[in-house]
């Protein structure tokens, strides 16, 4: 077992977090979302054709915050990096991180047309560990 503790601790046991992407003007945007971790990379499922999914391939840039259901910013944010999900399989390891911490709630709120973002902390490519 691993002694390494997660730079996403604050976050774990929270069930919203405000994700905040940037406009090429530099201006944050922030959402509330459901997420998980899986293996130390967070994971957050979206409309594929959001807002946030556009801001995200122009740049990914993003910080992630604890927050309430209507997004009140309740923690300290972590800066990352963020990219949208190709991988089947690791589409199918977010699905199972989400369904794991959120159960049949995902199952009854979340649409087919959906896309997972991968985030990472940090500006560069490093992963979240």
Same mark, same amino acid.
């Given at each position: 077992m691993s002694s390494q503790i997660?730079? +996403?601790?604050?976050?774990?046991?929270?069930?919203?977090?405000?994700?905040?992407? +940037?406009r090429k003007s530099g201006v944050g945007?922030?959402?509330?979302? %459901? +997420?998980?971790?899986?293996? @130390? *990379? *967070?994971? $957050?499922?979206? &409309?594929? &054709?959001? @807002?946030?999914?556009?801001? *995200?391939?122009?740049? @990914?840039?993003v910080t992630l915050a604890t927050c309430t259901a209507i997004g009140k910013v309740t923690?300290?944010? *972590?800066e990352g990096k963020a990219r949208i999900v190709g991988d089947q399989q690791e589409i199918e390891r977010a699905e199972a991180a989400l369904m794991k911490k959120? @159960?049949?709630?995902?199952?009854?709120?979340?649409r087919l047309r959906r896309i997972a973002i991968r985030l990472r902390r940090g500006v560069s490519e490093s $992963? %979240?560990?």
């Open positions: 997660s730079p +996403f601790e604050p976050l774990l046991k929270e069930n919203y977090a405000s994700l905040t992407t +940037f945007v922030a959402t509330p979302t %459901w +997420f998980a971790e899986s293996n @130390g *990379i *967070i994971y $957050i499922y979206t &409309d594929a &054709d959001s @807002g946030k999914v556009k801001r *995200i391939r122009n740049s @990914g840039r923690g300290e944010a *972590i959120y @159960g049949l709630r995902r199952r009854l709120l979340y $992963i %979240w560990r």
